[in-house]
């Protein structure tokens, strides 16, 4: 019998992708006004830099195997985080966590397991939020001057 080829994987629909998107962007809102701490834009700066900070760990999300384990620990993601906010924001990146009261790895975490309570992420059973406790100092890592944002 000759071999079989792959059989491609069904793409999903442009209106399926749609709604999805719209569907996580009003998770992310309701969480963000029932937690109340956070803006909805630190929100989506941990949701968005959670796939930065996976492929740091994992390597580029790969066609062959989209449904692998892609799960990082708090203390990676924190680290990955760091990092996203240096790509995206430079030597602003305290500045603009702090407009947006994170002050702290542990505020990381503290949005992290809120998205997981309101079901928009997961954990496994040994996640906790206390692997997002001083991961690294904010000061040390980021510097220690804050520019005032009006």
Do not use: C
């Not at 966590?97 to 496994?124: C, M, P």
Request: proline share 8%; aromatic share 12%; hydrophobic share 40%.
């Amino acid at each position: 019998m000759p071999p079989t080829s792959p059989q491609p994987q069904p793409q999903p629909k442009p209106e399926s992708v749609k709604s999805a998107l719209a569907s996580l962007s009003r998770a992310v809102e309701r969480v963000a006004i029932e937690f109340g701490e956070y803006p909805a834009d630190a929100f989506w700066f941990v949701q968005n830099g959670l796939e930065y900070a996976a492929s740091m760990v994992h390597g580029q999300l790969s066609p062959e195997s989209p449904h692998h384990s892609r799960h990082i620990t708090g203390q990676q993601l924190s680290v990955g985080l760091k990092a996203y906010a240096e790509a995206m924001y430079g030597s602003l990146a305290r500045t603009v966590l702090a407009k947006w009261n994170i002050h702290s790895t542990y505020d990381f975490g503290r949005i992290v397991f809120a998205l997981i309570d309101a079901e928009v992420l997961s954990k496994q059973p040994e996640d906790t939020i206390e692997d997002f406790r001083d991961v690294f100092d904010f000061r040390r890592a980021f510097g220690e001057y804050v520019v005032p944002l009006a």
